[in-house]
């Protein structure tokens, strides 16, 4: 595969950037956003992906999960909903019990396999390969997935050819523009090999109006405690990918305690409005057609 010279974000030549796990990124000076300079292999490396952590889903999550789902009633109307990269299918078994006609998609064999054992309808594949039909979907997710593309944008209009007129993509990725990672740098455990391409508030609002979606709220939230204890005492970050089951424990931990749930929703609310979380989230329409939505309650970010 060639070396990557522009943004595949804004077109931007890529400037200087760091090297880790031997995957050479560059940073690029229009947009912000970091981006693998050789991606390695395609989809075929998460053929078997199923970390003994995505088999069950923690009471925290679900708890979340059904949160966000209330936030996306102004949008049902056909009831289809598409969870793009669902993984073992979770979020369209609580889409299916909150009353959406949900689907999935998924290029983990593995991941597909053990959602088909719960009886959920997950294609398997990408989403070009799923067939599905144009113009017909309320609302589509992508939860952590455009980071592990070399192409985000591609996958990103296919998802927006699939709403329909007034529909709402709903997306998360980390947050290259975050507190965390400004403060560990390349140390920051979510910079990982199988993360190539990593945006800031102002890289995923190109993104997004780039695939003719509009208008585009971008918010970030969430830190992760634990990794910036680990930098401010001046221990060794953790490896990459490594803190995924301590971020599950914490997060399980806050939401057991109603003040804790509290102080979270005071500092997601400052997080949003500086940009400085871990986690980017982004809500959007088709750019054409966004005033077709009925009028409704306009939901919190998620």
Known sequence: MAPVRTCPVCSAVLGPGFVKTGLRYGVCAGCGGAFARRPPGEE???????????RTLPEATRRRYRELLSTFEPWRRTGRLLDVGCGSGFFVAEARAAGFEAEGTEVSAAAVEFAWGRGLPVHLGTLSRAGLPAGTFDVITLFEVVEHLPDPGGLVAEAAALLRPGGLLYLTTPNYGGLTRRLLGPAWSVIAPEHVSLFTPRSLRILLRRAGLAPVRIGSRNLLPHELARALRGRRPAAPGSSMGRTVEVQAAVEARPALRALKRIANA??????????????????????????????SPS
Not at 44 to 54: I, K, N, V
Not at 273 to 281: A, C, E, H, K
Request: charged letters at 30%.
């Open 270 to 299: 400052a997080l949003s409005v500086t940009g400085l979380g871990d986690t980017l989230w982004g809500r959007c329409e088709p750019a054409d057609t966004s005033r077709l939505r009925e009028p409704g309650r306009e939901p």
């Open 44 to 54: 075929s490396r998460y053929r078997d992906y199923l970390p003994e952590l995505t």
